[in-house]
């Protein structure tokens, strides 16, 4: 597609629920990067993929977040057992591969955990 | 590892009004730094980037930004702004394996 594409663009979950936030990113892009973004805040790093391989996820905040890219293309973001601080917009970005491109990002995920 | 400092967290101003928004990192060496934009509803854009060279950037839609070195610091600058430069600016710095860290955001309200 012609940008980043995240879904669903918005979700609520009881506490304690799983959740699953998919990324689409631009086709081609090697990398693909996750960030966490609070309200008020800028968006703070959660993990980075080369294709298929999580390289770094030194941001993860916990062992409830796990996230995945099996095939090299989409990515997925699951939080187990939810809890009120994972509230937030969860991005996902993409690039060619270089730095030099800067990264595409997607509108993002609202997650609000009630 | 990097922190990135953005001073103003709201600033209101009128049309054709000058703009400078600031953004200090927090340690040296070779840096890469961006821009990023926020409007309304939509999601972050790229408005300019620093990578090396001219240390005067330009960017989309008439932004530009100065890096000093000296300064740690990397202010984004608009000669005249308009209504539709309403948005929340961030700065980020690249930091080791390509991963960007954010400042905290300024949300520019410019009124018409």
């Known amino acids: 597609g012609a940008g980043v594409s995240q879904s669903p663009r918005y979700k609520v979950a009881k506490r304690g629920q799983d959740v699953a936030l998919r990324c689409d990113p631009i086709s081609g892009h090697v990398s693909l990067f996750w960030y966490q973004q609070a309200l008020g805040q800028g968006p703070e790093f959660l993990t980075y993929f080369q294709n298929e391989a999580q390289l770094d996820k030194s941001g993860l905040p916990s062992d409830r977040f796990f996230a995945e890219r099996p095939e090299g293309s989409v990515s997925t973001l699951k939080i187990q057992r939810t809890q009120q601080e994972d509230s937030a917009v969860y991005l996902c970005a993409s690039s060619p591969g270089s730095s030099n491109y800067g990264y595409t990002f997607g509108s993002g995920t609202r997650l609000t955990v009630v | 590892a990097q922190s990135v400092s953005q001073h103003n967290h709201h600033v209101i101003l009128s049309e054709a009004a000058s703009l400078e928004l600031g953004c200090n990192y927090s340690?040296?060496?070779?840096?890469?730094l961006f821009w990023y934009v926020q409007y309304p509803g939509q999601h972050l854009q790229l408005l300019l980037k620093y990578f090396s060279g001219d240390p005067l950037v330009k960017g989309i839609k008439g932004f530009e930004a100065e890096f000093i070195k000296s300064k740690f610091s990397f202010n984004l600058r608009k000669p005249s702004v308009q209504w539709s430069d309403t948005a929340e600016y961030f700065c980020a710095v690249m930091e080791y394996g390509n991963k960007l860290v954010f400042g905290a955001g300024t949300i520019l309200r410019v009124k018409s």
């Open positions: 340690y040296g060496g070779t840096v890469n």
